[in-house]
């Protein structure tokens, strides 16, 4: 059972999720707050496998809330839940330590189905963001990602685990971990979430049809 942590500062939201996750066995919704710094304070309390954070809140906002998380070391995965398909806000956030992002347009289904990721710790995002991502301006990485980085990289946009992706490679896991090392220094990022993120804003990978 995965538990959550809901935060989101319209009432009505935060009751349609709990509704959703909460009448679904594989959940459980351990708590909810209507800003940043309840989220903080909740989350350093709870330690919940996932919190849905959204970004736009009154007082303290949720990239602030996610950097504080993370200051404080509160092991918890966040998956960032916007409405804004333009939000200047979304790519920081997973660079604050955000596990990934989604609209709040998405599918029942796919909002599950990114949770579930998140709890594993895999990088989570919608097709609807990544098309967003790709209208936003483009930094040039320090230096050319090879093709295999690119090949490692797109499979873990696409949610492969390294051992996963040594398989389809046909490379150790090691080697694709070094790859990963390669591709988080010459995008300027520390995981997996940013690193795809990066690479979609980019240019380097393209949101699949």
Known sequence: MISLLIV????????????????DPRFEVVGEAADGAEAVAAGERLCPDVILMDLRMPGTDGVAAIKELARRGV???????????TDSHVLPAVEAGATGYLLKEAPRAELVRAV???????????????????????KPAAAPLSPRELEVLELIARGSTNREAAKRLFISETTVKTHLLHVYAKLGVNDRAAAVAAAFSRGYLKPHE
């Open 8 to 23: 989101d500062d319209h009432p009505v939201v935060r009751d349609g999720l709990r509704g959703m996750f909460g009448s």
């Open 75 to 85: 092991p918890s995965r966040v998956l960032v839940l916007t409405t804004y398909d």
């Open 116 to 138: 579930q990721a998140a709890a594993r710790g895999e990088a989570v995002l919608s097709p609807a963001v990544a098309t967003r991502l790709l209208g936003q301006v483009r």
